[in-house]
């Protein structure tokens, strides 16, 4: 097969994956500090908003965030595909992505008021980015699927166009925007899916799959 096709699943994973976990954790966040004497809760802490666990709050965001992530670098594999079946399965990887995305951005929307100044913009601004990286996903797929593998030629060169704009893409740095909130560092070192978030940041080493063999 054309280079090109073999390299078509590498950007995926630098631009879908390596961009939107990019940048160090370094969530801000404090225990909230009650003056007077103390005295029995009258009524349960609140799940969200003032007086709500900053701890349980951030690590629901990182846990929406993470939902996007696992189909996003679950990459399709080509051995021994012809190219029906690379369509196939390019398309099929495109799909779950949008539906990791959507699952994300349906989670972000349920997290509620931030407990602490400025979260509440993050989220903001972290489904604003997921939702258009969702739509550039589905450009990439539609080009995918109007791609004719009888069409050796024209196939690889939509594989080509499809894979720059898949280079083109940004992904929200979620965890660079909430370290812009410097209340939430005690919570974030607690979180659970922050810290698995994190561990998601660190460069990984990949293998491009081997490229599948066009028909003769």
Do not use: H
């Amino acid at each position: 097969m054309p280079r090109p096709i073999q390299r078509a699943s590498r950007p995926l994973r630098q631009a879908l994956a390596a961009s939107a976990l990019g940048g160090v954790l370094l969530l801000s966040g404090c225990a909230t500090v009650v003056q007077g004497a103390a005295a029995a809760d009258p009524a349960p802490q609140p799940t969200q908003g003032r007086g709500a666990d900053p701890v349980a709050w951030v690590d629901k965001v990182c846990g929406a965030v993470l939902t996007y992530t696992t189909p996003v670098l679950a990459q399709p594999q080509f051995d021994g595909a012809d190219l029906p079946a690379i369509k196939q399965r390019l398309s099929d990887y495109l799909s779950a992505s949008q539906t990791g995305l959507q699952q994300s951005r349906d989670q972000l929307a349920k997290v509620g008021a931030s407990p602490v100044g400025g979260g509440d913009d993050t989220v903001a601004r972290v489904t604003a980015g997921l939702e258009k990286l969702q739509g550039d996903i589905g450009g990439a797929k539609a080009k995918v699927d109007a791609a004719d593998p009888a069409n050796v030629q024209g196939f690889q060169a939509a594989l080509d166009d499809t894979q720059k704009s898949l280079q083109q893409v940004t992904a929200p740095d979620t965890l660079g925007d909430l370290k812009t909130s410097p209340r939430l560092d005690k919570a974030a070192q607690q979180a659970g899916n922050c810290t698995k978030l994190a561990a998601l940041a660190q460069p990984a080493q990949s293998t491009a799959p081997p490229a599948a063999t066009p028909p003769r």
